[in-house]
């Protein structure tokens, strides 16, 4: 079964538009890590945010925000006036403390932001 | 900004050969590991390390790959026998921690067997 669950393989908006890209989770740990990390063109991966199981409050990053919610094993990640340099594969991740830093990676989501 | 390096960032090798992907990591991080991402697909945990042993590995992590830290800067994975199905993209990563900390990634080494 998947841990990690990113059901939008691919996602267009225009630019200055907001997107809300989903992940849903898995987990029977009551401790655990989630994240998000941008993959552009170039192939590296960039570090977002990392959220613990036990901090729900929503997170605001300039244009990007977060939104947790146990209840629905869900953390979405919203960009806001969207720029086309945000077009990039966007993975969201998840660590377990049973298993130690291992993370478990999303399918992730195709971003392209037209101009 | 302190970053994980690796090198190369392409390599081109023949079906059964060996290869060693280096990676540099953040020099006061403790934990280390490798991560494979075949084209379009999403990224794979390989093996963490840690004190100068493996603390976790995949099922994917099988007796072709071996990983080393020969010194203390350097961290490596090695392919013994390379096949086709391992072309892909190879991340190397480093925590300060084990759990609470993020993990940086490095900006990949691309693998292609032919």
């Known amino acids: 079964a998947q841990k990690v669950t990113q059901a939008q393989t691919e996602i267009s908006v225009v630019e200055k538009e907001d997107v809300t890209l989903d992940c849903v989770y898995e987990?029977?740990?009551?401790?655990?890590?989630l994240f998000w990390y941008k993959q552009p063109p170039s192939g590296e991966l960039v570090f977002l945010i990392r959220?613990?199981?036990?901090?729900?409050q929503n997170e605001i990053s300039g244009r990007y925000s977060w939104n947790f919610q146990k209840s629905t094993s869900s953390f979405n990640f919203t960009i806001t006036a969207s720029q086309v340099v945000d077009s990039a594969v966007y993975f969201c991740?998840?660590?377990?403390?049973?298993?130690?830093?291992?993370?478990?990676f999303g399918t992730g989501t195709s971003l392209t932001v037209i101009p | 900004e302190p970053e994980v390096t690796q090198t190369p960032s392409h390599q081109v090798t023949q079906m059964g050969q060996e290869v060693i992907l280096r990676c540099v990591p953040i020099?006061?991080?403790?934990?280390f590991y490798w991560y494979r991402q075949i084209l379009g697909q999403k990224v794979e945990f390989l093996v963490s390390?840690?004190?100068?042993?493996?603390?976790?590995k995949s099922e994917i992590f099988d007796d072709q790959f071996s990983v080393e830290r020969p010194d203390g800067s350097n961290f490596t994975l090695k392919i013994r026998s390379t096949k086709l199905e391992d072309s892909a993209m190879y991340f190397c990563?480093?925590?300060?921690?084990?759990?609470?900390?993020?993990?940086?990634f490095g900006q990949g080494t691309r693998l292609t067997v032919v």
């Open positions: 990563a480093s925590s300060q921690g084990r759990l609470n900390t993020e993990a940086f």
């Open positions: 987990t029977r740990d009551t401790t655990y890590y």
């Open positions: 959220r613990n199981s036990f901090d729900e």
């Open positions: 991740a998840l660590s377990e403390k049973a298993t130690g830093n291992q993370f478990y």
């Open positions: 020099s006061n991080h403790l934990y």
């Open positions: 390390f840690y004190n100068n042993e493996i603390s976790e």
